[in-house]
């Protein structure tokens, strides 16, 4: 169990904070006083709040903005380009934390180091520089200090969400799992080497496709003998972010235009490939990512945040993109259910309704104007509501599709995702149901099958000696049984009431017109009784609601 106290001058910070932004419900999480249902503040005051807070709380930020299922679109909208207000730390200190990874003096490795950082984020900083053999380079260093304060507010933040996890909303949206999930990812943010193997698998996936021209879009290749977990040494790529390049063709027969539609169908059909066909994917191709290079070529950079979908996954997507296509909510529904490891069938007919209702907004636009990428979070935002948890890659799948298309749009206005990857959805076909290698996948379904005609005969054999035996059980579970039991018990006791009461009138006739005057007191009080019990009956059906 984490304790708030291990963190009290942190803590001090951060309710100033709260305290200026006027976040009542979190300032009283921190003080001890408040565990009851979470109340956000604004989308604008909760970008401000998480600014000031710094780095961690930026990252926490950006995570949440890849979780539609969690917070309603206005949030996830607010929190999307989220970016640490943060200065480059000063030369000397970044000097001395890279001379201690190196292990040796700089000026063995380096002939020179701009020292004025090119850019600047929350968890790094890069340097242009140049080798001892002339190669440029850029150069990734970690800020100073930062593991130290991650930590702090990693342990702060566990804290918080073991307090919300006490309320409802913390066990329905298991707010200690969301901080286990963030904290991986920080810390795998802090390893400066795993982005490294990342940018090898992108890169070694992307030269394998036969989907583009694999020379025009490049991933920068690690000077790994340099690089440490807080030191990044990778190719220097020469250009400006995409959106900001003036796009040329080297071709006179290509003009500028057609040149900015190549590159955007390079760009879609190799995230493309990214999701439904590696199922590794770059998370956040934002506009500064993605680079125009001096040649005319695109590049991918920043390997830190990249998703991972299973095979699994991947067919349910594809489907999904053609439900969309479609306009087609009882597929979508069935598909959305089939994604989430806890939805319950009871679900399906409330969430296609509801996704009728999203879908129909968008009948009478062409291809052209949809938007799949505002869809799919309008599918998840849909999934939220319904209770219906979905795997947390989703939102990584959701953010990595919303920036791609956004940056696409404004870099080539005309263009569509879905009029761009539909020429390769025959070949994403037979991938899904062939592998790469079909005679593979043909031989591993012929020892299938006979593992099955093997096996068969013996199971029939068994089946018919339980039949013949008389040892054959069947063992059935059915759903909701309880409702039905408990109907059965009120209507069991109302009968048996109905009866005493017939009884009790009967008895009370027999008695009067028996013993005349001798015994009209007794048949008084078994008529006062049926008529009490009858009474009480007709209430209680009255109110159940159930008369018809």
């Not at 943010?189 to 989907?211: H, I, P, S, V």
């Not at 493309?272 to 934002?286: E, M, N, R, T, V």
């Not at 879908?359 to 291809?367: D, G, H």
């Not at 005309?414 to 996948?441: S, W």
């Amino acid at each position: 169990m984490f304790s708030l106290t291990k963190t009290t001058n942190r803590q001090g910070e951060i309710l100033e904070v709260l305290f200026r932004n006027g976040w009542d419900y979190m300032r009283g999480v921190l003080t001890g006083s408040k565990t009851d249902a979470p109340q956000l503040p604004t989308p604008a005051v909760l970008r401000n709040i998480l600014i000031e807070l710094g780095p961690v709380y930026v990252k926490l930020g950006q995570l949440l903005s890849t979780r539609p299922d969690l917070l309603p679109g206005d949030y996830i909208v607010a929190l999307t380009d989220l970016q640490a207000n943060v200065p480059p730390v000063d030369w000397p200190a970044v000097r001395e934390l890279i001379r201690q990874e190196l292990g040796r003096p700089i000026e063995e490795v380096f002939n020179s180091i701009t020292p004025r950082a090119i850019a600047a984020g929350s968890i790094a900083q890069t340097h242009k520089a140049i080798l001892k053999n002339g190669q440029q380079v850029a150069l990734k260093v970690q800020r100073p200090g930062i593991d130290v304060l991650v930590e702090q507010d990693l342990l702060l933040i566990r804290a918080i969400a073991e307090l919300m996890a006490l309320t409802d909303f913390g066990k329905e949206y298991d707010v200690v799992g969301l901080a286990e999930e963030f904290t991986t990812a920080i810390l795998a943010e802090l390893d400066f080497t795993q982005e490294g193997r990342y940018a090898n698998q992108l890169r070694r996936n992307l030269a394998a496709t036969k989907w583009f021209d694999t020379t025009q879009l490049l991933v920068p290749e690690i000077y790994w003998e340099y690089t440490s977990q807080k030191i990044l040494v990778l190719e220097w790529l020469e250009g400006v972010p995409l959106l900001l390049g003036e796009v040329r063709s080297n071709n006179p027969t290509v003009s500028a235009a057609e040149r900015r539609r190549e590159l955007t169908r390079i760009l879609f059909r190799a995230f493309f490939q990214q999701i439904y066909i590696d199922g590794f994917f770059h998370a956040d191709p934002h506009p500064g990512n993605l680079f125009y290079l001096a040649d005319g070529r695109v590049a991918i950079l920043d390997c830190g945040m990249m998703g991972r979908l299973d095979p699994k996954s991947q067919t349910i997507l594809t489907e999904m993109l053609l439900a969309v296509v479609d306009l087609d909510a009882s597929r979508l529904a069935q598909l959305t259910v089939q994604l989430s490891d806890t939805a319950q069938a009871e679900k399906l007919s409330n969430l296609e309704n509801d996704l009728a209702r999203m879908l129909r907004k968008y009948y009478n636009m062409s291809l052209s104007q949809l938007n799949f990428s505002q869809v799919f979070y309008e599918l998840l935002q849909v999934a939220r509501v319904n209770k219906i948890k979905l795997p947390s890659n989703m939102g990584l799948y959701a953010k990595a599709i919303a920036n791609l298309e956004g940056v696409a749009r404004q870099f080539d206005p005309e263009v569509n995702l879905l009029d761009e990857v539909k020429p390769l959805m025959t070949d994403l076909f037979r991938r899904q149901l062939f592998g790469d290698d079909p005679m593979q996948t043909v031989l591993r379904t012929a020892l299938d099958l006979k593992s099955l005609s093997l096996q068969s005969p013996r199971q029939v054999e068994l089946l018919l000696e339980g039949l013949t035996s008389e040892t054959l059980r069947w063992n059935l579970t059915l759903k909701d049984l309880d409702g039905v039991r408990r109907s059965m018990d009120d209507s069991a006791n109302r009968l048996s009431f109905s009866i005493v009461v017939g009884s009790l009138i009967i008895g009370a006739a027999i008695t009067f017109s028996s013993g005349g005057t001798q015994l009209a007191f007794v048949s008084s009080a078994l008529f006062y009784a049926a008529s009490f019990l009858g009474l009480w009956l007709i209430v209680s059906i009255l109110r159940s609601g159930r008369l018809r």
